[in-house]
């Protein structure tokens, strides 16, 4: 029994899985998600003199009410209509839950090797690689619901990854090659002085990839693929109770994983702090810091939502190509200056 015990013990802390389903996996990214929710209906609320959340614990803003609508989700019957593709209708959103959170198992949390989830050196290529999986299942789902709202909401979604990858990819290569390297280590290591943060040295790509994520998680002004007032809820027109649920909080798991991401490349990761031996020292205070800069680079994308209308898709498509993309162009020609001048050397 003591053996059974002690390798469950060992599973759960095999830094791979511990990375991609607690800290700061699945089940960190669903704590950060539902603060972020309050938070965004809060701030929206008060810009635009409502209360917004109170009723349900109003000593604590109303910030159980996303418990009550999580309840109200999971106990709400599952509709699914006769003329979809049935797999597929189910299987598309699940499959695209779980990839949006396996990027974080190629984001190192420490300069620890033991603690690595994949100790490779090209972890910056591969993380982003994998944020590339999940929107192709989202499409799917709109194909396979068999609905004209949710076909036209899917080809809006493939209209705009097609335009924010680019801008992602180049934005976030141009912060390993100012370091020369693509090993998210090295970058976060480099930058351990305050100064050396990528976002002050090369604010170009920072504004870009910051784009490029409020694109690829329909963050307003870019939250076309859902608009209501338009094709309904986009892809999601046919979905009801928790699988709506699932497919709205996708997007929300995929937000936070693009801002640990935009964190360690562009916040300094776990800086000012420096990792010591030992798990808690080690691991978690180090993840810990980088969860609070993506939920910090998470709020602000969340105020957006109080300040902006939402863009027309040629609008976005129109800003992503002629703008945002020479943008990013012009970030990754500052990176090579500054390698070329070693300013990180």
Do not use: C
């Not at 008060?46 to 418990?67: A, K, T």
């Not at 690689?129 to 299942?137: A, E, W």
């Not at 916040?267 to 993506?294: C, E, N, R």
């Amino acid at each position: 029994m003591t053996g059974i015990i002690d390798f469950i013990i060992k599973l759960i802390i095999w830094p791979p899985l511990f990375q991609l389903v607690l800290l700061p996996g699945l089940v960190t990214a669903l704590v950060v998600v539902i603060f972020i929710i309050w938070f965004e209906r809060k701030t929206a609320a008060r810009v635009q003199m409502r209360i917004g959340p109170y009723h349900i614990s109003p000593r604590l803003g109303g910030f159980l009410q996303l418990i009550a609508d999580l309840t109200r989700y999971a106990f709400q019957e599952i509709i699914v209509p006769r003329t979809v593709d049935r797999a597929v209708f189910i299987g598309a959103p699940l499959t695209a839950l779980v990839l949006s959170v396996v990027p974080v198992v190629a984001m190192p949390m420490t300069d620890i090797p033991r603690y690595f989830p994949i100790p490779m050196d090209y972890s910056l290529i591969i993380s982003m690689g994998l944020t590339t999986l999940s929107p192709i299942f989202i499409v799917a789902a709109a194909w396979a619901s068999n609905n004209k709202f949710a076909l036209i909401g899917g080809m809006r979604e493939a209209f705009v990854i097609t335009a924010y990858e680019l801008i992602f990819i180049i934005s976030g290569l141009s912060a390993g090659l100012a370091v020369l390297s693509y090993n998210i280590v090295d970058i976060v290591e480099a930058q351990a002085p305050f100064y050396k943060w990528i976002l002050f040295t090369n604010p170009i790509a920072a504004l870009a990839m910051y784009a490029s994520i409020l694109m690829s998680t329909s963050g307003f002004p870019f939250e076309i693929p859902e608009a209501e007032n338009e094709i309904v809820a986009g892809a999601f027109t046919e979905y009801s109770g928790l699988m709506y649920g699932v497919n709205m909080g996708s997007a929300y798991i995929k937000r936070f994983v693009y801002t640990l991401l935009f964190s360690l490349l562009f916040l300094g990761g776990w800086a000012p702090y420096t990792p010591q031996p030992g798990f808690i020292a080690g691991y978690l205070i180090p993840a810990v810091i980088v969860v609070v800069k993506a939920t910090i680079v998470m709020a602000t994308i969340s105020f957006l939502r109080a300040v902006y209308g939402r863009l027309r898709i040629d609008q976005a498509l129109d800003g992503a190509w002629r703008i945002f993309i020479p943008i990013a162009l012009a970030g990754l020609l500052l990176a090579l200056l500054e390698a070329y001048m070693g300013v990180y050397a």
